[in-house]
């Protein structure tokens, strides 16, 4: 069993125990996000050896990748895919401790796909591929479009992307 498997499938063990037995969640104990400090979000530093990166947390049996790390280490972005849904995930430190993962800004309108994370070497702009038709075209099905695309960061948050 791959690490992290165990977490969670007890997770979903309980989470159908209790939708079968009527128990209503709170949003809470739908998914509790552990404390976590430090660089790698809390993880061991990279070593000789590959590892699974933050088991349950960023790894979590979905599909996950292309992850971007900001140069000091408290920003991060990753592509998840779920089958239905294709975007780029973030988490970040915040008063010292790392942020529950969120769908970044940029990559919301989860009707297109979003993928492929990178940031340039200044941190002030992320590249990513996305199915998004340019402004002006019409949107087709899957990965028609593959462009790359940018978002400039502003004070605080990244550009959304509008039409």
Same mark, same amino acid.
């Given at each position: $069993?791959?690490?992290?498997t165990s977490l ?10 209790l939708v079968l ?8 104990? +739908?998914?509790? $996000? /552990?404390?976590? +400090?430090? /660089? %790698? !979000? ?7 050896? /590959? ?11 979905l599909i996950e ?12 972005? %990753? ?9 780029? $995930?973030?988490?970040?430190? &915040?008063?010292? &401790? ?14 297109? %796909?979003?993928?492929? /994370?990178?940031?340039? &070497?200044?941190?002030?702009? !992320?590249?990513? !591929? ?6 002006? +075209? ?11 695309? &940018? ?13």
């Open positions: $069993m791959k690490p992290g969670i499938l007890t997770g979903l063990i309980f989470f159908f125990f037995s009527g128990t209503k969640l709170t949003a809470q104990q +739908k998914f509790s $996000m /552990p404390v976590l +400090k430090g /660089p %790698y !979000l809390g993880q061991a530093e990279p070593g000789l050896k /590959p590892a699974l990166f933050a088991p349950g947390i960023i790894s979590t049996g990748r292309d992850i971007s790390i900001t140069a000091d280490g408290t920003e991060i972005y %990753y592509g998840l895919s779920t089958g239905k849904i294709t975007t780029i $995930m973030c988490t970040r430190v &915040v008063n010292g &401790v790392w942020t529950e993962p969120e769908t970044a800004p940029f990559a919301s309108d989860l009707g297109f %796909y979003s993928f492929e /994370p990178c940031l340039s &070497v200044d941190n002030q702009q !992320l590249f990513f !591929l996305t199915n998004r038709p340019s402004f002006g +075209k019409e949107p087709r099905p899957r990965w028609s479009y593959q462009n790359i695309w &940018v978002a400039d960061r502003q004070p605080e948050v990244w550009d959304a992307l509008e039409e």
